[in-house]
């Protein structure tokens, strides 16, 4: 089941996200210490600052293997909430690094200018929420030969985006279909199949 956090409104609530940023898709880390990985993160920081100094989180925020959802960050609950979002609005085309991190085994981050991520910039906005919406977060065994060590790989989908006033509450998840309700649904779609060609018969 995933995680939501979502903030109480305090300013209107807007229909769209100022900006969307999505990962490449061979955005990934892998290593053959995965495997025994407990948490995970996943952080915003520009360059020329430090992974420490200048990030979103400077490492709080973690989650366990396998858990999704949306995630939303502010001035309220985020450590470095404001040095980001005026770094954001300024009127600097700044490098952003989006990271993502598996404790003590290593991270991987893909940027560039705000201009190019985020598909322009954002000076004279007003940026009141980062928010993180995490879809997949697995860690997968790579096949190996007899006797090689075991080697993973981490290939989460997110996507962050970058809120004025307050967004929408998240939408629930789409639940998949258990397997013997979907068994059914097949059932009954062959059965009309068989009808309609007997009646062309």
């Known amino acids: 089941m995933g995680l ?3 903030l109480a409104a305090t ?3 807007s229909a769209d ?3 969307t940023y999505t990962p490449p898709d061979l955005f990934d880390l892998g290593s053959t210490g995965l495997g025994s990985v407990t948490q995970f993160g996943f952080d915003v920081h520009f360059r020329p600052d430090t992974h420490v100094a200048g990030s979103l989180h400077e490492g709080t925020f973690l989650i366990g293997p396998g858990e999704t959802g949306t995630f939303d960050f502010d001035r309220s609950n985020t ?6 979002a005026a770094l954001l609005t300024d009127h600097v085309d700044g490098f952003i690094e989006f990271d993502i991190i598996a404790i003590g085994v290593g991270a991987a981050g893909n940027g560039g200018l705000e201009s190019q991520e985020l598909g322009g910039l954002l000076q004279g906005r ?3 929420v980062l928010r993180l919406i995490i879809t997949e ?4 065994q790579l096949p190996s030969l007899p006797g090689d060590e075991l080697d ?3 290939s989460p989908r997110f996507v962050w985006e970058v809120w004025e006033g307050t967004p929408p509450p998240p939408a629930p998840p789409v639940p998949e279909p258990a397997p013997v309700a979907l068994a059914a649904v097949i059932a009954v779609v062959l059965a ?6 007997a009646a062309r018969q």
Not at 192 to 197: D, F, K, N
Request: proline share 6%.
């Open 17 to 19: 996200p100022l900006a």
């Open 126 to 128: 007003s940026v009141d």
């Open 11 to 13: 300013s209107p609530v």
């Open 79 to 84: 450590v470095n909430f404001d040095r980001i």
């Open 4 to 6: 939501v956090a979502h």
């Open 192 to 197: 009309g199949r068989r009808a309609r060609l």
């Open 137 to 140: 977060n697995v860690v997968r």
């Open 152 to 154: 993973y790989v981490w």
